[in-house]
Structures are given as structure tokens and as C-alpha cells.
């Protein structure tokens, strides 16, 4: 899905370093726009429904996504809120069979998954031919709004980035990968707490009874964060696909804007950081910490990729000062960082 919002759409020259502007260096994809969000209509605007029943009518769109649209509940026994994603109709295109394990698979990833930085998954509601997916509310907004907003201190970008890594190594070690990473994907709670949402494209790779991960199957994600090999293979392991989009997520951070459109040879920025064995310019703004292990995560054959596990063991990574509220192991630091979000410091520096 494309994405929208106060960032340049057309890639912008005069944002990229001097030196790569003075070689000519094909300019860098803007973080494109996101469709527009239509006006909220009701899933089930006239029927009496047990999701109404049990939760309540939905009153407040929270977001739109290619596979359903989400709103905000508000329980009437005790006024809790909830979000409740509507999955979209069946395709003309797929099965009913292909549609239910998509829906199921969603559910069933989302229910087994319990970690600060993972949205829960509460209940699922199949009634007169709709589906609804309730969750826990994550009222801060997404990733992508905090990114253009570019009020992010580096100290915030870095304790999203750890964040999210956090919440990738959980999923990972139950044996799943999420395979559509990005920061659509990313919300943010009340508590500015990371959220990792949208379990539709995830896979099992490995079940608690086996001992080896298989490979995953289908193009899945978003075309800048997606890893090269999803492009060449037809099968390959989700977790390093996961690994490289975090990396995308992290430069897209830092500095609004992707390496490359697609990692592809054709695509010229590509082509150019392989054949520099992964040193283009583009790296150079990132401080060196971040800069070596981006490298590793940023690294072409997935055999080599660092895994989730070699991130989180990272010694800049382990150095990140994450705030106390976001912490989801052992730190010092009482630092309260807004994330980029009803944020007036200025920009990095
Ligand atoms: N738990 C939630 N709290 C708040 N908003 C949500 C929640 N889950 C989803 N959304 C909003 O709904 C949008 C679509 O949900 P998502 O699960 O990503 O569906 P899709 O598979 O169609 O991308 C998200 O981009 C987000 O804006
Ligand atoms: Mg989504
Ligand atoms: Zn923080």
C-alpha cells in the first residue's frame, strides 16, 4: 500500500547528501504518499449484532488497510475501548477456502502472541457474513505519522527502532515472521508503546514440536521494505525478510526517505549499493553504531543477514537508552520520550 502524508512525494534532489546530488546519484524515493482516508461508514449501521451486544457499536474509523477497516469500540457495560478490524468481503479472486485462512490465520497468529511491543488480539466475531477482529486500542497514531511529523529526536528514533527489534525477536522466537513490516504497521498505544498490528501476511515457520523453520512462500509486503530475495526466490526464510524491512524502517526514520524503490538490480540505487559492497553514500549520515548494523541487517544474501537475535545481541543496539515506559527488558533510564507524536522539540540534531 502506497503512503501518504506531509513527506515529498517526488523524491526530492536537494535532500540528498551534496556529494551523492554532485555525482549525479539517482535521487532517493521519497517516502510516498498513503491513500486518503474516505469517510467513515458503519460496518453494520442498522442491525442489532452481537458485536454490538457484546461491545458495542462502532463509533470512530480508525484506519483503513487493504484487507479491512478499523474502528473504535466503546464496551457500554464498562465504557473500555476496543478497536475492531472488519475484514474485507471474499474476492472474486480467491477461494472461500484461501479467504477463511487468511482470516484465521490473522486471528489465530494475532491470540497466541503476548508481548508489550505486539498489539493483543482479543476476539474474533463471525456474524452475517462479516468478520471482526477486536484488539486492544492503540490511540498514538502510526509510525508513518510520527515519521512525517519529523519531530523525532535520534534518542526517540533509537528506542522506536529498539522497539520494534524487541518486538520482532518475540515473534520470531514462537516461530512466527510478520512479512509485511512497516510503519503502517507499527502504531503507537496511549502510553507511546510500539505496537506491532496486521498479522494478515504472517507466517508459522516453525510449530513448538519442530526443531527446523521452513521456508515461506509468496510476495508478501510492501515494495521498498521488502528483502531482494523475495524477488528471486520462491521460497525463503520470513525471519531475514523481517530482519531487512526493519532496517528500511529504521533509515526511513532517520532520515524520511528509502535506499532504493525495490531491492532489485534494476533499480539504480540498488544496483550501486551492491556493487559498493553495501557502502553507498546514503549510509554515511548514520553514525557508526547504527551504520555496521544496518549493514548486517542490509545484507543482500540471506544466509548472511544478521538474524533477530544477532540485533538484539548488537552492542550499539544494546547500548539504546529506551525509555522507561517502552522498556520490555531491564534499563536504568527513566526517560520519557513522546515519539515523535504532540511533540514540540525540534527535529534531530
Ligand atoms: N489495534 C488497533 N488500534 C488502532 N488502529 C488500528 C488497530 N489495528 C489496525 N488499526 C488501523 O487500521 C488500519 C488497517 O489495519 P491493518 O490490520 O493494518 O489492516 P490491513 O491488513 O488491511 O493493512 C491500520 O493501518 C491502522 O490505521
Ligand atoms: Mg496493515
Ligand atoms: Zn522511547
Given at each position: 500500500m502506497a503512503i501518504t502524508g506531509p513527506v515529498p512525494v517526488v523524491a526530492d534532489r536537494a535532500l540528498l547528501p551534496p556529494a551523492a546530488a554532485a555525482a549525479g546519484v539517482a535521487a532517493r524515493p521519497a517516502i510516498p504518499a498513503r491513500s486518503a482516508t474516505t469517510a467513515p461508514v458503519g460496518p453494520d449501521g442498522n442491525t442489532t449484532c452481537s458485536l454490538k451486544e457484546k461491545y458495542g457499536k462502532p463509533c470512530q474509523l480508525l484506519g483503513k488497510g487493504a484487507n479491512g477497516n478499523c474502528w473504535l469500540v466503546r464496551r457500554h457495560t464498562d465504557h473500555k475501548v476496543f478497536a475492531v478490524k472488519e475484514f474485507r468481503r471474499k474476492r472474486e479472486s480467491e477461494t472461500r477456502r484461501e479467504y477463511m485462512k487468511k482470516l484465521t490465520n490473522e486471528y489465530c497468529i494475532g491470540t497466541i502472541l503476548h508481548h508489550p511491543n505486539i498489539v493483543e488480539t482479543l476476539d474474533i466475531i463471525f456474524e452475517k457474513g462479516h468478520c471482526y477482529e477486536v484488539m486492544e486500542v492503540c490511540e498514538g497514531g502510526d509510525l508513518f505519522e510520527a515519521i512525517a511529523a519529523q519531530s523525532m529526536t535520534q534518542d526517540e528514533s533509537d528506542c522506536i527502532f529498539a522497539q520494534l527489534i524487541h518486538g520482532v525477536a518475540y515473534l520470531h522466537s514462537t516461530g512466527v515472521c510478520h512479512r509485511d513490516l512497516k510503519p503502517e504497521n507499527c502504531l503507537f498505544d496511549a502510553n507511546n508503546h510500539l505496537k506491532i498490528i496486521d498479522f494478515g501476511s504472517a507466517d508459522v515457520v516453525k510449530s513448538p514440536f519442530e526443531t527446523q523453520c521452513r521456508k515461506s512462500t509468496g510476495r508478501c509486503g510492501?515494495?521498498?521494505?521488502?528483502?531482494?530475495?523475495?524477488?528471486?526466490?520462491?521460497?525463503?526464510?520470513?525471519?531475514?525478510?523481517?530482519?531487512?524491512?526493519?532496517?528500511?524502517?529504521?533509515?526511513?526514520?532517520?532520515f524520511q526517505r528509502f535506499p532504493w524503490h525495490a531491492a532489485k538490480p534494476s533499480d539504480p540505487n540498488y544496483a550501486s549499493y551492491v556493487k559498493s559492497g553495501c557502502k553507498t553514500k546514503f549510509f554515511d549520515r548514520l553514525?557508526?553504531?547504527?551504520?555496521?548494523?544496518?549493514?548486517?541487517?542490509?545484507?543482500?544474501?540471506?544466509?548472511?543477514?544478521?538474524?533477530?537475535?544477532?540485533?538484539?545481541?548488537?552492542?550499539?543496539?544494546?547500548s539504546i537508552r529506551m525509555c522507561d515506559e517502552c522498556a520490555t527488558t531491564t534499563t536504568t533510564t527513566t526517560t520519557r520520550h513522546s515519539h515523535g507524536r504532540c511533540s514540540n522539540k525540534s527535529s534531530k540534531k
Open positions: 510492501s515494495g521498498p521494505y521488502m528483502a531482494p530475495e523475495e524477488f528471486t526466490q520462491s521460497s525463503y526464510d520470513g525471519r531475514k525478510v523481517d530482519v531487512w524491512a526493519c532496517a528500511i524502517i529504521y533509515l526511513a526514520i532517520m553514525a557508526q553504531g547504527p551504520r555496521e548494523l544496518l549493514r548486517h541487517m542490509l545484507e543482500p544474501d540471506p544466509e548472511k543477514r544478521y538474524t533477530i537475535q544477532q540485533c538484539l545481541d548488537d552492542p550499539w543496539v544494546k
